[in-house]
């Protein structure tokens, strides 16, 4: 049986830092591509980062690029998401997701996904 299970977040302030994790069970971690998406409400899934299998190449969208940094540690079949200086708007529900394919941004191409987490950014 397949998991991801997000846990971090949390509701902080503006400017602060926040770093997600996902912890996957049941297929080997390391086959696939990792990747972290959030929804904020009323709001479409949208990508925010995703890292190839070996952890070694990363891509961003642009809302994020700078502040937020995607990582992976395969020993542990984990998957990390530190957010710095956050920002009102990256208020969502923050999942993590694990798929075949490196580079894509659709939602559809992800084949397991997690929970959620809630990251909340407020004064």
């Known amino acids: 049986q397949v998991q991801l299970v997000e846990s971090g977040g949390g509701l902080v302030q503006p400017g602060r830092s926040l770093r997600l994790s996902c912890a996957v069970s049941g297929l080997d971690f390391g086959a696939y591509v990792a990747a972290w998406f959030r929804q904020a409400p009323g709001k479409e899934r949208e990508f925010v980062a995703t890292?190839?299998?070996?952890?070694?190449?990363?891509a961003y969208s642009d809302s994020v690029k700078g502040r937020f940094t995607i990582s992976r540690d395969n020993g542990e079949n984990s998957l990390y998401l530190q957010m710095n200086y956050l920002k009102p708007e990256d208020t969502a529900v923050y999942y993590c997701a694990v798929g075949s394919v490196y580079g894509t941004r659709r939602v559809q191409d992800y084949n397991y996904w997690g929970q959620g987490t809630q990251v909340t950014v407020s004064s």
């Open positions: 890292v190839n299998w070996i952890g070694f190449v990363t």
